[in-house]
């Protein structure tokens, strides 16, 4: 059979639709690059805003369109939280919710996992519109913080980590199949180890994956804030660390944090980006910021922005504040008309992207490492597209063509979002 999987949100959903893949492809199946080529459609969909839930629904409607013929299943947050809307949409997806997704293509295929051996076929890089290089590794579900805008613990449930051998396993699957960065995701990432012997936390999980795989890179998807201390940072003594990290602040005002559930103050916050630029005054930091969230007063919103400018971001999501039903926030008084909350976040995005552009700008004439992520041929060569280690975007021409190839390369210029650059050696 043909399958074709989809995703909306999180770097945690494409981690496990990569799972996804080799799972069916144990059970002999084959994953290809278009909608339309596909027999079977998997869609992981996502709640975290009003926007993506619709982005995940009209996924869904575009499995009719593009392939009527194919069976679909919908699966994920928002999936999980409206399974009656989802099983009704056109097409009358199979749903399965969050708590069952990691058997999903046994459960579609009606086949026993026992009787296939996982270990037996490493991850390739899925293909498509999805090719990835780096591999993302779910290593944590689930979130035990109440944050009070949030309807991810209500679809995901409390946190549960995976056991450090299976993690390990699954890292050394995705270097046998040529990945050169592991991305470790979760909901909550930092939360990791909580639930097993309680001794065990994030720290001890990267330099397991350190001291038991030959990984070129290790990189953390989000961080939540409160999980992180000084010492953490002293895994980035390893070279192999990517020296970014994106840390989710939501907001720079003190009391839209105390309003938000968010367990930091900006000082604590702002502790972390000292500890970072211990290590290098270069350190990368991405972040998540909400505009809008009910009762943000004009003060308190300049108040945010003064602070986000003072952390000096490497880039960020923005969202404008979205009522998510069954949430705290969402029965708030002070909810703001969405024409404001769409402008106070355009006004964000503003500043971040000036901090970005400082930040690129200082990264001229240094050197980086890139990952070669995708090769594009031009009339005298190939362009090319990477990440460096410390998450910029960087482009370089060359005359032959590198894909999924790590580069020393020197910083020339700032382009748009990113930088160009020279490659040095390979």
Sequence with gaps: MKVFLD??????????????????????????????????????????????ASDSRQKIRQVNRQSPEAQVVATGCWATLEPEQAANLIGSPQVILNQDKDMLPFTVLGIDPDLL???????????????????FIKVQDGCDAFCTFCV???????SRSMPLQ????????????????????????GSWGKDLTGELGLRDLAEAILTGSDSRRLRFSSVEPWDLHEEFFELFADARVCRHLHISLQSGSANILKRMGRKITPQEFELLAVYARKVDKDFSLTTDIIAGFPGESEKEFLESLDYIKSIGFNGGHVFPYSPRPGTAAATM??????????????????????????????????????LWESSEKTTDGYLLQGLSE?????????????????????????????????IISD
């Design 152 to 158: 991810t613990r209500i679809a995901r449930g409390r």
């Design 166 to 189: 299976k993690v390990l396993l699954d890292i050394q699957s995705a270097l046998d199949g040529g990945a050169l960065e592991i991305v470790i995701s979760g909901v909550q990432l």
């Design 390 to 422: 410390k998450f910029v975007r960087v482009s370089a021409f060359t005359p032959t063509e590198l894909w999924n190839v790590i580069s020393n390369v020197q910083f020339v210029e700032v382009e748009g979002d990113g930088i160009s650059g020279e």
């Design 333 to 370: 008084s002070g909810l703001l008309p969405l024409k404001e909350r769409k402008a106070r976040a355009v006004e964000v995005r503003r500043v971040i992207a000036e901090t970005a552009l400082r930040y690129h700008q200082k990264q001229i004439g240094k050197l980086g490492n890139i």
């Design 117 to 135: 051996d996982m270990d037996a076929i490493e991850r390739q890089i899925l293909p498509g519109a999805r090719h990835r290089t780096r591999a």
């Design 7 to 52: 995703t909306v949100g999180c770097r945690l959903n494409q981690s496990e639709i990569e799972r996804m893949a080799r799972q069916f492809r144990t059970a002999g199946h084959t994953i290809v690059a278009e909608m339309s080529e596909a027999e079977l459609v998997v869609v992981n969909t996502c709640a975290v805003t009003m926007q993506a």
